[in-house]
């Protein structure tokens, strides 16, 4: 049986054993450890070598980290009118977090991670397609590293363009903003 065959197999059955779910408190430490891996993994290389230790200490599974993530996901339970916080498990695993405010009519993505040993598996477009299903907006925003051709080629495929170079940077890096209009989503 030709090699494709096991990839598409494992793809096909990975999809269908994903369950996105709300985020709660519980989930801080699996989040905080997801977002790290997903983090070093895209970020190597794109923010300055001076400011990369400052970035890195954010990645450490450390109480204060984890603390961290307790309370912006009690924010998204709080407020769940405002906020969102959810997460997709496979097999009962949190394997990929998902994060947005609301202001207005538009709904702003502020995290998208899959951890990396299940990336390229659908994980991260079924997170994204389900929090912008969810909301009333007319428009989706969010950032990303200029740098990060991967990212930037993903959120295109989702329907969404770069708008600008973003006015702050991450860690010394420079940000795309990035934008999803509702009358192109529907269109893509």
């Known amino acids: 049986?030709?090699?494709?065959?096991?990839?598409?197999?494992?793809?096909?059955?990975?999809?269908?054993?994903?369950?996105?779910?709300?985020?709660?408190?519980?989930?801080?430490?699996?989040?905080?450890s997801l977002c790290s891996k997903a983090r070093l993994k895209a970020y190597a290389g794109l923010i300055p070598d001076s400011r990369y230790a400052d970035?890195?200490?954010?990645?450490?599974?450390?109480?204060?980290?984890?603390?961290?993530?307790?309370?912006?996901i009690q924010k998204s339970v709080a407020?769940?009118?405002?906020?969102?916080?959810?997460v997709a498990t496979v097999n009962g695993a949190v394997v990929g977090f998902y994060g947005a405010s609301v202001k207005g009519d538009?709904?702003?993505?502020?995290?998208?991670?899959?951890?990396?040993?299940?990336?390229?598996q659908g994980i991260g477009s079924r997170l994204l397609k389900d929090g912008l299903g969810a909301n009333n907006y007319q428009q989706a925003t969010l950032h990303v590293l200029a740098d990060n051709q991967a990212s930037v080629e993903f959120y295109i495929k989702q329907g969404f363009a770069v708008d600008s170079?973003?006015?702050t940077t991450f860690y010394g890096a420079k940000r795309y903003k990035m934008v999803l209009n509702k009358d192109t989503q529907a269109k893509a």
Do not use: E
């Open 165 to 167: 170079v973003s006015d």
């Open 55 to 72: 970035f890195k200490a954010t990645t450490a599974m450390s109480d204060a980290n984890i603390d961290w993530w307790r309370a912006k």
């Open 106 to 120: 538009t709904l702003h993505i502020t995290n998208l991670y899959v951890d990396p040993q299940h990336q390229g």
């Open 79 to 86: 407020d769940s009118a405002k906020r969102i916080a959810n």
């Open 1 to 32: 049986m030709p090699t494709n065959y096991f990839l598409c197999y494992k793809r096909v059955m990975a999809f269908s054993n994903v369950i996105i779910r709300p985020a709660n408190i519980d989930d801080a430490r699996a989040v905080l």
